[in-house]
């Protein structure tokens, strides 16, 4: 248990060292007089409007993909499985888009958000009414993909329909993910429903754990596992769908994150939980980082950053599974 | 300090800054553009000191008419930070660009321009007034107008020509429809977009072979860039639209003109009268 | 009363009728084995039981109340359910693995004082202290089963319900697992029901024994009195006989009966 809280303690400082760094990376300099003249130095706003939400959000997505992954790898009990595997996702960045492709979010900048959340809600209740009651974990599996489908359909046909190459270029760009000049008004909509909905995962740690036995065993033990399935359904949704909303799609930490928690914390699914959270929220932020710092032209795209900094782990933990298994 | 005070103090914040870092004269703003197109109107009606900054796509040849030009102006990468720390006036953006980019510029009490895709010449003379309106200097808005009117008029066929079929071809077989601008510059030249024959809107993709099947007269195509590698840009090469050469005339049509208004339209009313006099000879 | 009391269960499954309205009482401190041929509705069966299937009609009862309508927790309690084919999704260790018997008993915030000694008496009766440690993914076959057995019994149920708990075990390993079982029903207030396929087993070592065929119970007795050779004839279609052997009777098979 100690060493738990050992872990949470090294990983809780290792993001507050990482968005100490955030305050301070980009592509501005930022002297020190603007922290103290604050009234008259401009400069102070990119602080404090700019990067200061970036890095709460890239915390806060960070955390919720994170948690996100490790409860649907437990839930599915596959390691491959990520939060995109509900479909979720997919919904809330089908919402999205189909406000760039109708141009409504030129004059209301929140009806983006709106129509994201209400794809995530859409995907949720669709996704528990079709694998809900007696339904187990494939049909559950089965409704994420039907979802994933006809989301990535309606994207793809948005995509072809899109007006203008603009538009489309707009719509490709969004997708890509990226916590660019993201600002206070974004942190305010999507934090509400990451707390919510990562205060309702991190509840399932007993119901992951007894699932290590399969279905059978936990309801043998006890569990509920309809109770399961919709606060998962909820919980992913809600945490992982506002993540879409304000940063488009970023794969990869949920899918990598509980894996690098695994030889620190074990392999029970309920313990790498909050370990999954904080480090997830690292990993963002550390690959956010990355993004402002990289000299080249446009900025690089999240996801590739995450990947710069997520592969080598990965590789390396690849490596040693394979001689362990050798 | 609440939320709206803190944007009262940075508004006020980037007023001083204005009054004491500009050395010209106190009337002119500082512009910013974040759009290509955005950028060769102001390039052209601003005077050199009051724009603040291009977006990194003015020295692109491929997308800009002013790429020579801009390698004289400050760039910005088009994030709300650099943009700032520039303390402009007013910032010209455009439709589709960054949601987050713009939110936060109004956040921030920027004041910002918002301009969409130009469809016809009307809208984009409103456009250029606007900017033009925008950088202090009205008059030049006008005279940019002008140039572009007069360079339509000498690129204009003899009255009562017969208008000649043709569709612009860009990498990937990309073309403009009926109801945009580029259109809008054909019908002034004495053409007839043939678009919608291959089920084109506005903007698509019109198939190779359905070209081949039904070619216009003149085929408007881009150029493939000198170390063209991408599929895009080879169709433009493809050895079948050789085989129809004799029914149809290619004409050399860069693809920067197909996206923006503004002082490019001089540039594409000329390539559209070099089409014309390829395809009639003489007696254009 | 203490029983577990099934009444009338019936249960089809695809139009097919699994259970056809079998009713048993099983009483504390006995070990029963359900034995019957395959698709006979053994483990449907066990199933009801354990409050795991909700049959279309008759119940079941544990100490005279209908066990579908306690709590899940509350019945995962009482009753210790060893699922036929265990699943180990994870690579945990042995102790974690044992410790998880305890989720009717533990919070949300892990295992307290007295559900680690609950793990830890588990571990000893299943002689798996020594491999407490150990990634549950590297245990051979026996091991395992021992591990498995003990995460049941570090639940502290008063019913123990395993659906084929021997298959697959050497037999040293059989019978360390049914020397098991038989202690724990020996405990008052403990009860051991389970399926079986080994016929000798059954004979030998279990105080009851239900021979099921297509749904219907077709015998309910103390082994010699249930497994007779007419009931073996109609269960399983085959010809045999009940010999004594020198440590106890034994069931020899003599052919099969054309059907």
Redo the contacts between chains.
């Keep these: 248990m100690t060493r738990r809280l050992l872990l949470l303690g090294g990983l809780g400082l290792l993001v507050l060292l990482l968005s100490g760094l955030s305050l301070m990376a980009g592509r501005v300099w930022v002297p020190w007089s603007a922290w103290t003249q604050a009234a008259q130095d401009p400069r102070w706003a990119i602080i404090f409007e700019l990067r200061l939400p970036r890095t709460i959000l890239a915390v806060a997505v960070g955390a919720a993909l994170g948690l996100s992954g490790a409860v649907m790898q437990g839930y599915t009990r596959n390691p491959l499985a990520d939060p995109g595997v509900m479909g979720v996702s997919s919904m809330a960045a089908l919402g999205a888009v189909m406000t760039m492709y109708l141009s409504l979010s030129l004059a209301t900048p929140w009806l983006l958000f709106a129509a994201a959340m209400i794809g995530a809600v859409v995907g949720v209740a669709v996704m528990l009414v079709l694998a809900g009651g007696t339904g187990g974990t494939i049909t559950f599996i089965l409704a994420g993909v039907i979802l994933n489908t006809v989301a990535s359909a309606g994207v793809a046909l948005a995509l072809s329909l899109a007006p203008s190459p603009w538009a489309a270029q707009e719509i490709i760009n969004w997708l890509l993910g990226s916590l660019a000049d993201r600002s206070a008004d974004d942190v305010w909509r999507a934090l509400p429903f990451i707390a919510i909905g990562s205060g309702l995962m991190l509840m399932l740690g007993r119901a992951l754990d007894a699932l290590t036995l399969g279905e059978t065993g936990a309801r043998a033990l006890g569990i509920d596992l309809n109770l399961t399935r919709v606060l998962l359904a909820v919980g992913v949704g809600l945490a992982s769908g506002a993540s879409v909303a304000v940063t488009g799609m970023i794969g990869f930490v949920g899918l990598i994150t509980p894996h690098l928690m695994r030889p620190l914390v074990g392999h029970q699914p309920g313990a790498l939980l909050a370990p999954s959270a904080v480090a997830g929220a690292a990993l963002v932020l550390a690959a956010d980082i990355l993004v402002r710092l990289t000299p080249s032209v446009a900025e690089v795209r999240l996801g590739v950053a995450m990947a710069a900094v997520g592969g080598p782990f990965f590789l390396a933990l690849l490596i040693s599974m394979r001689r362990r298994l050798a | 300090m609440t939320?709206l005070s803190?944007r009262a103090?940075?508004g006020?914040?980037?007023a001083?800054?204005l009054l004491g870092g500009v050395a010209n004269a106190l009337a002119l703003p500082r512009v910013i553009s974040l759009n290509p197109c955005l950028d060769a109107v102001l390039v052209h009606v601003a005077d050199r000191s009051q724009v603040a900054a291009l977006s990194?796509y003015a020295r692109d040849p491929q997308q800009s008419s002013i790429a020579k030009l801009a390698l004289g102006y400050p760039i910005t990468?088009e994030?709300?930070?650099?943009v700032?720390?520039l303390?402009p006036d007013v910032v010209l953006t455009?439709?589709?660009?960054?949601?987050?980019?713009?939110?936060?510029l109004q956040?921030?009490g920027i004041r910002t321009e918002?301009f969409k895709?130009p469809n016809s010449w009307a809208e984009n003379q409103e456009q250029i007034r606007r900017i033009a309106r925008a950088a202090g200097h009205p008059a030049r808005g006008e005279t940019l107008i002008a140039q572009v009117e007069a360079a339509m008029a000498k690129g204009a066929p003899r009255p009562g020509a017969r208008p000649i079929t043709a569709l612009v071809f860009q990498p990937n077989g990309?073309a403009a429809g009926h109801g945009t601008l580029v259109d809008e510059m054909m019908r002034r030249a004495g053409f007839v977009n043939v678009a919608q024959r291959y089920g084109l809107k506005?903007?698509g993709n019109v198939p190779l072979e359905r070209l081949l099947d039904d070619p216009p007269e003149v085929l408007l195509a881009g150029q493939a860039a000198p170390n063209a590698t991408t599929w895009a840009e080879r169709i433009l090469n493809h050895p079948a639209l050789a085989s129809i050469s004799r029914r149809m005339t290619r004409a050399v049509f860069p693809e920067r003109l197909l996206?923006c208004g503004g002082p490019g339209l001089v540039d594409t009313a000329a390539a559209l009268a070099a089409a014309r006099r390829q395809v009639l000879g003489a007696a254009a | 009363m203490r029983d577990l009391v099934a009444d009338n269960l019936t249960v089809a499954l695809g139009g097919r009728p699994v259970l056809a309205g079998v009713s048993a009482r099983f009483r504390p401190g006995e070990v029963t084995a359900v034995v019957g041929p395959n698709g006979a509705g053994k483990s449907t069966l066990l199933a009801c039981l354990a409050g795991l299937r909700r049959p279309d009609a008759g119940r079941v009862s544990l100490d005279g109340e209908p066990i579908l309508g306690l709590a899940p927790r509350q019945r995962a309690r009482r009753i210790g359910f060893l699922p036929q084919t265990p699943e180990v999704a994870w690579a945990v260790d042995v102790e974690t693995l044992v410790g998880l018997g305890r989720t009717p008993h533990s919070g949300a915030h892990g295992l307290s004082e007295a559900d680690h000694a609950a793990v830890q008496a588990a571990l000893v009766r299943t002689r798996m202290t020594g491999l407490a440690r150990r990634d549950v993914t590297t245990l051979s076959g026996g091991e395992r089963a021992r591990a498995l057995l003990a995460r049941v019994l570090a639940g502290e149920p008063s019913w123990l319900l395993a659906d084929e708990p021997l298959a697959g075990l050497d037999p040293g390993h059989q019978l360390d697992a049914v020397d098991l079982m038989r202690a724990f029903a020996a405990e008052p207030g403990h009860g051991v029901v389970m399926t079986l396929h080994d016929l000798g087993v059954a004979l030998r070592l279990a105080d009851r024994v239900l021979v099921l065929r297509d749904g219907a119970l077709i015998a309910d007795a103390a082994p010699l009195e249930a497994l007779t050779p007419a009931v073996l004839e109609r269960a399983y279609g085959v010809k045999a006989a009940i010999v004594s052997g020198a440590w106890g009777p034994l069931i020899e098979l003599i052919g099969r009966v054309d059907d």
């Excluded at chain 2, 994030?79 to 650099?82: K, L, N």
């Excluded at chain 2, 455009?94 to 980019?101: L, R």
């Design positions: 939320g803190r103090a940075v006020a914040g980037l001083t800054g990194h990468y994030s709300a930070e650099e700032i720390a303390r455009a439709a589709h660009s960054s949601p987050a980019t713009r939110a936060a956040r921030l918002l895709v990309f506005k903007w996206y």
